[in-house]
């Protein structure tokens, strides 16, 4: 069970806009920790998205934005592309279990029609 | 260009120890926040431990007191060290770079994988 919920997947033709959303708790997102958002395409290691909610990581494309409100974040995917089709993870840090800790959603498979 | 290349994975049996590197370049391990992230097969992501460029580490609850993350300066390289490995440390690990800390990981390795199994 991981500390930030995310939809198990989610799916979106060809040019659609799809959302990721991601819900956590006081003692994390809502605790100010910023959210950073990654996808790891099929076989390979995962690749920085989304940074400090919603700062896009050095060549990704500006189909991809990220927000946060109270508790939860949420990732946009914009002109949807089949290459986008991929795990997305968001991540962020939690207070309670110790004086850090890092913490990941479960993941969303992205799939493209 | 940043470059992390993780080795020393394997099989090992329940109850064994392994040691696990992550060779660094484009950078200085000790002036970042280092971490090792790992994968069970078909899972998510799971944080490990981390390394603070000050020094200081954290684990997961998962793994403290059975894993142990440092580095060598001279070599720009971090290490994880494993012991009483149980069947659920079967995992991807991954080696990954934050540099400034509650930054997220910028960078990542491949990977190294473990397997613990009789």
């Known amino acids: 069970q991981s500390v930030l919920t995310q939809p198990p997947s989610v799916s979106g033709a060809p040019g659609q806009r799809v959302t990721i959303s991601c819900s956590g708790s006081?003692?994390?997102?809502?605790?100010?920790?910023?959210v950073h958002w990654y996808q790891q395409l099929p076989g390979a290691a995962p690749k920085l998205l989304i940074y400090?909610?919603?700062n896009r990581a050095s060549g990704v494309p500006d189909r991809f934005s990220g927000s946060k409100s109270g508790t939860s974040a949420s990732l946009a995917i914009t002109g949807l592309q089949a290459e986008d089709e991929a795990d997305y993870y968001c991540?962020?840090?939690?207070?309670?279990?110790?004086?850090?800790?890092?913490?990941f959603g479960g993941g969303t498979k992205l799939t493209v029609l | 260009e940043v470059q992390l290349v993780e080795s020393g994975g394997g099989l090992v049996q329940p109850g064994g120890s392994l040691r696990l590197s992550c060779a660094a370049s484009?950078?200085?391990?000790?002036?970042?926040?280092m971490s090792w992230v790992r994968q069970a097969p078909g899972k998510g992501l799971e944080w490990v431990s981390i390394?603070?460029?000050?020094?200081?580490?954290y684990y997961a609850d998962s793994v403290k007191g059975r894993f142990t993350i440092s580095r060598h300066e001279s070599n720009n390289t971090l290490y994880l060290q494993m012991t009483t490995l149980r069947v659920e440390d079967t995992a991807v690990y991954y080696c990954?770079?934050?540099?400034?800390?509650?930054?997220?990981?910028?960078?990542w390795g491949r990977g190294a994988l473990v397997s613990v199994s009789s």
């Open positions: 484009g950078f200085t391990v000790s002036h970042n926040y």
């Open positions: 990954a770079r934050d540099p400034r800390s509650h930054a997220g990981f910028w960078d």
């Open positions: 390394m603070f460029s000050g020094g200081g580490t």
């Open positions: 400090e909610n919603n």
């Open positions: 991540q962020s840090y939690d207070n309670s279990l110790s004086p850090f800790y890092v913490v």
């Open positions: 006081s003692s994390n997102i809502g605790a100010r920790y910023d």
